[in-house]
C-alpha cells in the first residue's frame, strides 16, 4: 500500500470512496464528498492523503486550518474514509500516523476533530476540558496538541463545512 497526496486526477475517486464509507454511518448527512470539494476548491486542503493499492484508492484523510477560541493555527482532521469492504485492516490508522506526522511538521499548535474517542485515543486524542464544537457533545470533541499549549474554546471549523458560526 502506497500513502502519498492526491493528484487532480483523484478528486472523483476521493468522493466515491467518501461517499460508500460514509453511506451507513448513522451520524453522516451524505455531506463528506462536498466538505471535501468545498475545502479543495477554497484552497483550503493542508492536507489530503490517500491510500492506494493496485492503482486502486482504498482510503483517504484530510486536514484543514481551524482556530480553537480565538488561536489560530491548529489543524481539522476530517472527513476520513477507508473503502468499506476494506475497514478494520489498518489502512486508516496508516492514513492517520502519516497525516500527523507530516502536520506535526508545519509547526501547527496541534490538530483538532470531531469523532469516536474509543478509536482516536490511540493517537493521542483526547477531550480536553473547555474544549467545544458547535453541536457536539464533549466527549466527541478531541484534540491532540503538538506542544505544551492545550486548546480551550469553541472549535472553528472552515466553513466548507457548513457548520453553524460559534461566533
Known amino acids: 500500500m502506497l500513502i502519498r497526496p492526491e493528484t487532480p486526477e483523484d ?4 468522493a466515491s470512496l467518501t461517499a460508500a464509507a460514509f453511506a451507513d454511518m448513522p451520524h453522516s448527512d451524505g455531506s463528506e464528498p462536498a ?3 468545498r475545502l479543495r476548491a477554497a484552497g483550503a486542503l493542508i492536507l489530503s492523503l490517500v491510500a492506494e493499492e493496485d492503482g486502486q484508492i482504498l482510503g483517504h484523510v484530510a486536514a484543514s486550518p481551524t482556530s480553537v477560541g480565538h488561536t489560530l493555527g491548529w489543524a481539522g482532521i476530517g472527513p476520513i474514509s477507508v473503502a468499506p469492504e476494506r475497514q478494520g485492516k489498518g489502512i486508516g490508522g496508516a492514513l492517520m500516523h502519516m497525516a500527523l506526522g507530516r502536520l506535526r511538521g508545519q509547526g501547527l499548535h496541534g490538530v483538532v476533530l470531531v469523532g469516536e474517542p474509543a478509536y482516536y485515543r490511540r493517537f493521542g486524542f483526547a477531550a ?3 474544549l467545544t464544537a458547535p453541536s457536539v457533545p464533549p466527549e466527541y470533541v478531541l484534540a491532540l496538541p503538538f506542544g505544551p499549549e492545550r486548546p480551550s474554546g469553541t472549535i472553528r471549523f472552515h466553513a466548507a463545512f457548513g457548520l453553524p458560526d460559534p461566533a
Not at 478528486?11 to 476521493?14: D, R, T, V
Open 11 to 14: 478528486s472523483a475517486a476521493i
Open 35 to 37: 466538505i471535501i470539494e
Open 128 to 130: 480536553q476540558d473547555g
